[in-house]
């Protein structure tokens, strides 16, 4: 089955940085590899979404990208605000099923 | 204009106890999930219905039983609560379950179990 590891698991940054969060998967068939911010207290929401035949996509100050032959993917996020606190997941489907393995969320905190 | 709304929110119960979470959803979509995300924040799947048919049901103990009355609506019956089942439980859903879609969460129900 699908492994997905994420990391760091906590990352702290002053406000207007930039933040990465990398993450790996084992299952060469994944194809759809989502991320989802978690605010404290609140569900899981995807904010920006890449699927294997993409190696990068962007909105506005986030970006994913995406290296199949290394089974890793990064998330970016740039002039973070302290709105972007949050547990971020990034997700990778176990081969072409809708059946999603998380990894276990980075915590990221924005100081003002 | 909820999409996927979950009830009850916040849910104290004794060991042993049986208990319900509902869970429904109004974006017309085919497929329907239950998470556990427990104290560690780890997100784990337990079952997906398509349609009012199992198509997921990974390693979860056979207290725990889904049903699916119609696309719109799955329920989560948990019998004889043990206190690991203390954690927040969400529903979520997606359009059908070819993969690749995006999942829409409800906004969890917090189980305790003291």
């Known amino acids: 089955g699908e492994n997905v590891e994420q990391h760091p698991s906590t990352l702290s940054v002053q406000e207007g940085d930039s933040a990465v969060i990398k993450c790996t998967y084992s299952?060469?068939?994944?194809?759809?590899f989502p991320w989802y911010k978690q605010e404290l207290g609140k569900r899981p929401q995807l904010i920006i979404d890449i699927r294997s035949n993409v190696g990068e996509k962007k909105d506005q100050r986030i970006a994913v990208t995406l290296n199949k032959t290394a089974k890793h993917f990064s998330l970016h996020i740039t002039e973070t605000q302290p709105e972007d606190s949050a547990v971020y997941f990034c997700?990778?489907?176990?081969?072409?099923?809708?059946?999603?393995?998380f990894g276990k969320g980075m915590k990221l905190t924005v100081n003002p | 204009d909820t999409a996927v709304s979950q009830t009850p929110k916040y849910l104290v119960t004794q060991m042993g106890n049986d208990k319900s979470i509902k869970c429904e959803q109004n974006?017309?979509?085919?497929?329907m999930y239950w998470y556990k995300q427990d104290s560690k924040k780890f997100l784990k799947i337990m079952f997906s219905?398509?349609?009012?048919?199992?198509?997921i049901n990974e390693t979860v103990p056979n207290r725990f039983s889904p049903k699916s009355p119609d696309k719109a609506h799955l329920n989560l019956h948990i019998n004889s609560l043990e206190l690991g089942d203390s954690a927040v439980y969400f529903c979520?859903?997606?359009?059908?379950?070819?993969?690749?879609?995006?999942?829409?969460f409800g906004p969890g129900t917090r189980l305790t179990v003291t």
């Open positions: 219905y398509n349609n009012k048919e199992l198509i």
């Open positions: 974006l017309g979509h085919d497929t």
């Open positions: 997700a990778a489907t176990q081969g072409g099923s809708e059946k999603l393995v």
């Open positions: 299952d060469s068939a994944s194809n759809y």
């Open positions: 979520a859903s997606s359009q059908d379950h070819t993969g690749g879609r995006e999942q829409y």
